[in-house]
C-alpha cells in the first residue's frame, strides 16, 4: 500500500506534468534571465575561468528556488477547491499532508532544475559526472529547504493573492543579494547583512563552487570570487554555507508543519485566476 507522503507526492508531480505552462513557463524565464544577464555581467568576470558556468549555476538554483516557493501555493488551491476536505477525513495527519507538500515540491522544483541544467550542458556547461551528482544533490537539498519556506508563507498568508504578494515580496529581493545573477563582491556594503542571512547566498555559493570545479581553491581565492564569506575574519566555506541552509531548512519544516497541524483553513479563499482555478 503507497504511504500517504508518497501519494501526495505522486498526485502534485501528475498535476506539474500535465500543467505544460507552468513547466515550459518557468523553464523560458530561466533561458531568458540565462541570456539577460550572460551580456551584463560580462564586466564583472574577468578573473572567471568559465563564466557561463559561473552564469548558469546562479540560474539553476534561482529555478529551483522560486520553482519550490511558488508550488507551495497548490495547497491553498487544493483546500479552497475542496479537494483537501477528502483528504482531511482519510486517516492520515495534517504532518503526513505537509510533508507530501514539501516533498513533492522539492522533486519538481529539482526536475526544473534538472531541465535547466541539461538546457545548460547543450549551450556548453562542462562538468564531470560526480560534479552532475553532486549538483543534483545540492538542488535538492535546496528544493526541500525553500519547499517548507514556501508551505510555510502559504500557511501564514491563507489566501492565493496574500501569498502571491508575499513570495514575490521575498523572493525577488533574496535572489538579487544572494549573488546568483550580481556578484557578492560587487554589491554595496550595506547590503552584506542582508547577504549573510539570505540561505539562497549559501546554496549559490556551493553550487557554483560544484559547477566551477573549485576544489582546489583556497579560501583567499573562493572568498574573491565570492564563493566563501569572510565575516569579522571567519571564513564561510561552500560547505558551511551548504550546512547553514540544511540547518534553515529544518527549522523551517518544523515552523511548518507546526503551523499546518494548527492552522484553520475553513476559510481560505483563492482568486479564481490563480494557478487554473476551479477544483482539480
Request: aromatic share 12%; with cysteine.
Amino acid at each position: 500500500m503507497m504511504s500517504p507522503i508518497l501519494a501526495i507526492v505522486q498526485r502534485n508531480l501528475l498535476n506539474y506534468v500535465r500543467d505544460k505552462g507552468r513547466l515550459f513557463g518557468n523553464l523560458f524565464m530561466s533561458l531568458f534571465m540565462l541570456v539577460i544577464f550572460s551580456f551584463m555581467m560580462d564586466s564583472f568576470m574577468g578573473n572567471i575561468d568559465t563564466p557561463f558556468n559561473y552564469l548558469i549555476a546562479g540560474v539553476i538554483i534561482m529555478s529551483v528556488f522560486q520553482t519550490s516557493i511558488n508550488n507551495s501555493s497548490d495547497i491553498l488551491t487544493d483546500i479552497a477547491s475542496g479537494y483537501m476536505k477528502e483528504v482531511m477525513v482519510a486517516p492520515i495527519s495534517r504532518s503526513q499532508i505537509s510533508m507530501g507538500h514539501i516533498l513533492s515540491g522539492a522533486v519538481i522544483a529539482t526536475l526544473q532544475g534538472i531541465l535547466t541544467l541539461v538546457v545548460g550542458i547543450v549551450l556548453g556547461l562542462h562538468m564531470n559526472l560526480l560534479q552532475f551528482v553532486l549538483l543534483l544533490a545540492v538542488m535538492f537539498a535546496a528544493a526541500v529547504t525553500f519547499s517548507a519556506l514556501g508551505l510555510f508563507l502559504a500557511t501564514v498568508s491563507r489566501n492565493s493573492p496574500a501569498f502571491q504578494t508575499m513570495s514575490s515580496m521575498i523572493t525577488m529581493p533574496l535572489v538579487f543579494v544572494s549573488g546568483a545573477f550580481i556578484p557578492t563582491t560587487v554589491m554595496p556594503g550595506f547590503l552584506l547583512p542582508i547577504v549573510y542571512l539570505n540561505p539562497l547566498t549559501y546554496t549559490t555559493s556551493i553550487f557554483r563552487y560544484i559547477a566551477l570545479d573549485a576544489f582546489s581553491m583556497s579560501q583567499a581565492e573562493l572568498v574573491q570570487q565570492g564563493m566563501a564569506f569572510d565575516i569579522a575574519g571567519f571564513v564561510i566555506t561552500p560547505w558551511m554555507g551548504l550546512i547553514i541552509t540544511l540547518l534553515i531548512g529544518a527549522a523551517f519544516f518544523a515552523l511548518c508543519v507546526v503551523k499546518f497541524n494548527k492552522a484553520d483553513f475553513s476559510t481560505i479563499k483563492v482568486a479564481r485566476a490563480a494557478r487554473g482555478g476551479g477544483p482539480r
